[in-house]
């Protein structure tokens, strides 16, 4: 949804700028040609006897006039290339609303359906299934994926954690050792209440905070 917001806004800006260059560049150049219509009356009521110093005043107000003309360049190619980006922004806000609609739309009721995830899922992997790389599918491929994890310590604790966060169906954790206090300052999953506790039971124990019950044990 923020995404989605932000490219309005900046399509918004984006058109809003537009419009500002388009109006200083037809300004600017309805100025140039008034002066140039204004430049040729007068040359026609010029004397003879004054051509020389027409001649010389028309060349320095065309050197002018181009001079104003090519600092307008950078002004109608900016103004261009918005033109050329507005519609591909546009386009990309069809495929974002598209995909968060097809992604983060919640069942409300509790009737049985034939939806891939439970309403509980959805709203927990929002942000993941929003991202082009994970989408639903993905999700459905982590919720039946299983993860093995030697060691419930230093390296164990996070992985379990992220793993599990991620939303890996099932996760095993092989470890035959007990919390130590000594333990405690860089194995993020144990505490001091679980000190003398198996590290298996502590890590499942905290995995439940993260995502419930979902811990298959096999001592």
Partial sequence: ???????????????KQKASLDKLVTSVQSCIDDLKKQNGSVNAHVPESSSEQAKTATSAFSEEANGVRIALEPFEGLSKDITLAIPSLYDLKTKVDSHVAACTTIPTNSIPSKWPLT?????????QLIMPEVGLAGQLRLKKSSALIIGAGGLGCPAAAYLAGAGIGTIGIMDGDVVEESNLHRQILHDTT???????????EAMKRYVGSFLNRDQ
Avoid at 1 to 15: Q, Y
Avoid at 194 to 202: F, I, R
């Fill in 1 to 15: 949804m923020e995404v989605s917001t932000s490219l309005t806004s900046l399509i918004g800006n984006l058109e």
């Fill in 119 to 127: 309403q509980t899922e959805y709203r927990r992997y929002a942000r």
């Fill in 194 to 204: 679980k000190v003398g506790m198996m590290k298996v039971d502590s890590v499942i």
